[in-house]
């Protein structure tokens, strides 16, 4: 079946600009998670989302990120006022739910984000 | 908040050499650790995982191994081949906070023909 798939693949923007990155999930699959990848580094937690349960907020770097789902289908990440340091790779993914045994997490390819 | 440190951060073996990844976390009560294998351009890939109820785990040519006292984890790769070659993460988190994962940050793994 289909993976996670992420749009766009790239994106350049301006300082200052809003974006948007979209994530589709695995179909069925109850928890979605964001990630930052800056270049050369490890994955940074943004948000995820169970089910209907409140979102975990908690990696969010500032109150520029927000983050949607909605039910348990497609999410979007919008950063506004992009500033050149939001110039990473963003990673979407999805898993059957968060019980052991079902938390395999699987990654979308990423949208790659350029801040000029 | 958990701490994940993993070294080295490059490796470079020749073909059909092990290679040993290893991470260390600072949260006692982590019980889950995934590692991912991430190929130029690409998501990561879960390769294999291991819960604190558990020493060793192994699929075929990989392994990993937990020392929950010492708070370290390590993965192993025997008979190394080309196309092993990435860049690994490991990984920990809660049950009671499954969804929020901590990433080390990352090893890229090179081996040799």
């Known amino acids: 079946g289909a993976g996670v798939s992420q749009s766009p693949s790239n994106k350049v923007t301006e300082k200052g600009k809003d974006v948007e990155l979209r994530c589709d999930p695995i179909?069925?699959?109850?928890?979605l998670y964001w990630y930052r990848q800056r270049l050369g580094q490890g994955l940074e937690f943004l948000i995820y989302?169970?089910?209907?349960?409140?979102?975990?907020k908690s990696g969010l770097p500032s109150d520029r990120f927000s983050a949607e789902r909605t039910g348990e289908s497609v999410s979007t990440l919008t950063i506004q006022r992009t500033q050149q340091e939001d110039s990473a790779v963003y990673l979407c993914?999805?898993?059957?739910?968060?019980?052991?045994?079902?938390?395999?997490?699987?990654f979308g390819p990423g949208t790659r984000l350029l801040v000029l | 908040g958990e701490n994940v440190e993993q070294h080295p951060s490059t490796l470079s073996v020749q073909e059909g050499d092990s290679a040993v990844i290893k991470c260390t976390y600072s949260d006692s009560a982590s019980n889950y650790f995934p590692w991912y294998k991430q190929e130029l351009g690409k998501g990561p890939q879960l390769i294999i995982d291991i819960r604190s109820n558990v020493g060793e785990k192994k699929d075929q040519r990989i392994a990993v191994t937990l020392n929950k006292t010492a708070k370290h984890f390590s993965l192993h790769i025997t008979e190394t081949q080309p196309e092993d070659s990435a860049v690994y993460f490991c990984?920990?988190?809660?049950?009671?906070?499954?969804?929020?994962?901590?990433f080390g940050d990352g090893t890229t793994l090179t081996v040799k023909p």
């Open positions: 990984a920990a988190s809660i049950a009671t906070n499954a969804g929020k994962s901590t």
């Open positions: 179909s069925g699959h109850t928890a």
């Open positions: 993914a999805s898993s059957l739910s968060l019980a052991p045994g079902q938390e395999t997490q699987y």
């Open positions: 989302f169970q089910g209907n349960s409140a979102p975990d």
